[in-house]
Nanobody, 126 residues
Framework: VQLVESGGGLVQPGGSLTLSCTAS????????IAWFRQAPGKGREGVSC????????FYSDSVKDRFTISRDSAKNTIYLQMNRLLPEDTAVYYC????????????????????WGKGTLVTVSS
């Protein structure tokens, strides 16, 4: 299993950015793909998740109504559209995958997730 993130960068507060996560090496529809982030000096936080079988989507309260997760099955790619970005959104963003149950009831927990990308840095600053 391989996950490769891209799309990070520097953006001004209020701006937008779209992250991509391209997956390879598995075709299990009972998996989910989630985005986590880790800000400097803080723990890793689940941000958004999509289940591959049902296409159910989940968001943390801190990004709900600002971020949108989507997928392009033909490209094996998951996107995270981030709008109205805030300085507190600054973090390294990682995508991760495993069977849905590993992410917990709200699909945003790291209950021993095995597969992670290397991350992409998002900096929100003027």
């Amino acid at each position: 299993v391989q996950l490769v993130e891209s799309g990070g960068g520097l953006v001004q507060p209020g701006g937008s950015l779209t992250l991509s996560c391209t997956a390879s090496g598995f075709t299990f529809d009972y998996y989910a793909i989630a985005w986590f982030r880790q800000a400097p000096g803080k723990g890793r936080e689940g941000v958004s998740c999509i289940t591959l079988r049902e296409g159910s989507k989940f968001y943390s309260d801190s990004v709900k109504d600002r971020f949108t997760i989507s997928r392009d099955s033909a490209k094996n790619t998951i996107y995270l559209q981030m709008n109205r970005l805030l300085p507190e959104d600054t973090a390294v963003y990682y995508c991760a995958t495993d069977p849905v149950e590993v992410f917990g009831e709200n699909c945003l927990r790291d209950n021993g997730v095995d597969y992670w990308g290397k991350g992409t840095l998002v900096t929100v600053s003027s």
